[in-house]
């Protein structure tokens, strides 16, 4: 047999064989999923963070969640400030926008 990964066996192993680490003849177990896990207030689902109104949304979610205990204080503060950077970038981002096409119009 060449080198590479073993093939599985040909005689009627159900779960492998003695070579494997299992016995022939032992019934396969379905491993049990993991229950689904529910979505937490400013979790879950991808947000769609691209413009001020829907990064301020998001703030307000987090805040209410944090004041009626859904999320953990610590947890919503360093998810407000990662919150605000994403403002600010986008407000860097608008501004350069702006400037560069003030500096079109001038012919710069």
């Known amino acids: 047999m060449a ?3 073993q093939q599985y066996p040909a005689h009627g192993a159900t779960n492998g064989n003695a070579d494997w680490g ?6 396969a177990v379905a491993a049990d999923p993991l229950p689904p896990a529910k979505a937490k207030a400013g979790e879950g689902k991808r947000l769609r963070l691209e413009n001020g109104a829907q ?9 209410r969640g944090m004041k009626v ?12 400030y990662a919150l605000t950077e994403l403002s600010r970038a986008l407000e860097r981002e608008t501004v350069e926008k702006l400037t560069e096409r003030l500096d079109e119009v001038e012919g710069k």
């Open 55 to 63: 990064i301020r949304r998001e703030m307000v979610k987090v805040y």
């Open 69 to 80: 205990g859904a999320i953990d204080t610590s947890k919503g503060s360093k998810l407000i």
């Open 22 to 27: 299992e016995p022939a003849g032992k019934a």
């Open 3 to 5: 080198q590479g990964w």
